[in-house]
């Protein structure tokens, strides 16, 4: 596993796509479980991986497409302790 460094705009700006057939988290290391998924088309979204009610493993959960939010929007609501539900990503 890499080392953890805190994400940027630039730094995601700069993620390059994932090996052919994979999905690759890049992990932020100011927030606990926050990640940028990038994959093998270079497309890249935030997520955010805890163990949620009810399931007994962490999963990722999708917050928002890189470009579409920005970092400050998720970071901001995780931090809090808000946490996301899809339909509340697409909503605004």
Same mark, same amino acid.
Request: no cysteine; net charge negative; charged share 35%.
């Given at each position: 596993m890499k080392a953890k460094k805190p994400l940027t705009p630039r730094s995601i700006d700069a993620l390059e796509a994932a090996p052919k057939g994979k999905r690759v988290l890049?992990? $932020?290391a100011t927030i606990q479980g926050f990640a940028v998924r990038?994959? $093998?088309t270079g497309s890249?979204?935030?997520v955010l991986v805890t163990r949620y009610p009810g399931d007994k493993h962490p999963t990722p959960r999708f917050i928002g497409t890189v470009g579409a939010i920005s970092l400050a929007k998720p970071s901001y609501r995780i931090s809090l302790g808000a946490g996301y539900r899809s339909s509340e990503v697409r909503a605004g």
């Open positions: 890049i992990w $932020d990038v994959t $093998d890249k979204s935030f």
